[in-house]
DNA sequence: AAAAATACAGTAAATATTATGGCAATAGAA
DNA sequence: TTCTATTGCCATAATATTTACTGTATTTTT
């Protein structure tokens, strides 16, 4: 917890406003971005280089429609593992890669083990590749599989509370 | 089906290989993209403005860490509702946007109702915020939390299968 | 209080964006 | 087939942005 408060303590209103413009347009130009946060070019692009070097942000990337590029279909599957053995998890992140439709995959506390987020064409597909999935990844005792009927609230922007 | 299958129909490979480059890095510039892509500048131009006006590019974004930011715990929530009345869903997606911390709200078939995907500083604070939202959401029967341990995979790619 | 470090604005050169015109290839109509 | 229209590309040029550099003011350190 210490961590992280040094940490943010170390950026200013100026940083943090830079970083909540760049979730709601990452390819703003820095002129534009100078002018919204209330500096001048060059300070506004030394600002981002500092911010991308320390970390804060990751990287910068489009977001594509899903539906209109045939991943109509999102679920979460809940996965139960007989065994958890120490090296379990090092073989779900290997066998994952393998998945570009898989989008999420997390060890979590609670009733079962890992919950994976799918994007996929559709349910033929997806029993398919869950078929595959199960048979692939070592120790599965059972899955569930939620399928997302509507989306109310769907981003990766992190809360600034700015 | 037949609607996606058309409408990706109408993206050649350079579409494509135009919306993978722009996910792996929404900064780049025509420039560069375009030699990626094997296209001049002008062209390449056209296409992204092109698939922007389509509709099939949404937005631009960074990607920001989430642990440098205070808000290094990650959590699933499953809730269960009492009464399934139609307007239900309209008033979550109202409560949810309440929230910046919650970055995900889906309707799901399953055992469960929703499942909310939140990012938040730390399990005190958590249940705070739990306590909020089950208060104001309405018709809550049961709420289960999950909390992440570890993170094997996340992205917001979508595979294009190109 | 002096020196050093920091952060800013302004400037100018290199680079990117963007509108335009022209050309070639393709598709559609006569 | 042949003509025309459309499409998609490249090249060019103007405008704008990016980026390195310089100087200055402010803050921090000694």
Redesign the pocket.
């Known amino acids: 917890m210490a961590i992280e408060t040094d940490e943010i303590k170390n950026l ?1 209103r ?1 940083d943090r406003r830079i970083l909540q413009e760049m979730q709601n347009n990452g ?8 002018k919204l946060v ?13 911010l991308e070097k320390q970390g804060y942000i990751k990287s910068y990337t489009a977001n594509l429609n899903a539906d209109l590029l045939g991943s109509g279909l999102l679920v979460f599957v809940e996965i139960n593992l007989t065994y958890r053995k120490a090296d379990v998890f090092s073989e779900f992140k290997q066998a994952v890669a393998k998945w570009p439709q898989i989008q999420e995959c997390h060890l979590v506390s609670g009733d079962f083990d890992y919950l994976l987020k799918i994007r996929i064409e559709n349910i033929a597909i997806y029993r398919q590749l869950l078929g595959d999935i199960l048979h692939t990844l070592p120790d599965v005792r059972e899955s569930k599989t939620m399928v997302v009927m509507e989306t109310a609230a769907e981003t990766s922007k992190i809360d600034l509370q700015a």
Chains 1, 2 share one sequence.
Do not use: A, N
């Open positions: 200013d100026i390819r703003i130009s820095y002129v534009d971005l100078g209330g500096l001048s070019t060059s300070p506004c692009l030394e600002r981002v280089r500092r």
